[in-house]
């Protein structure tokens, strides 16, 4: 072999080397821009709150969605770690039924003694009552109060 066709032959090989290079870096680019479109799509997804408490039982099912969005009254919502969340409304449902929005019943609400209210949570003052709640979190939903 030459040294013409030994540099020819070089110059194939670092030119084949190079090209599948570039099409490893154009698939790399390629998943990554994927990716990053997921990650946008996930994040610029809105979530809508629903305050018509028609529509938010279509969300969520339950037998009280309805009664707690319509009356002001003491409810309790037991959480999986048996705390008991006390509200006197829910304000609202995110339509895709993993959040609620709800009014905290405060200390005066209650009508206990600080010994009485260890497990269950409530507002801090009476105008700070909004709160959200994770759906998934609750376990059971009840009267604090009867009439």
Known sequence: ?????????????IAMWSAIAAWIGVLISGGAAFFAW?????????????TDASKAVEVLPAWYTERMMMDHWLFGLVTVDGRTIAITKIKAVSDNGEWM????????????????IVD?????AADRTRASVKIANVVAAIELRTS
């Open 120 to 124: 269950i949570v409530h507002a801090v």
């Open 101 to 116: 929005d709800v009014e905290l019943a405060d200390k005066d609400d209650l009508n206990m003694g600080d010994d009485e």
């Open 1 to 13: 072999m030459t040294d013409a066709a030994a540099a020819a032959n070089t110059a194939n090989t």
């Open 38 to 50: 997921r990650q946008w799509r996930k994040i610029n997804r809105k979530m809508a709150m629903l």
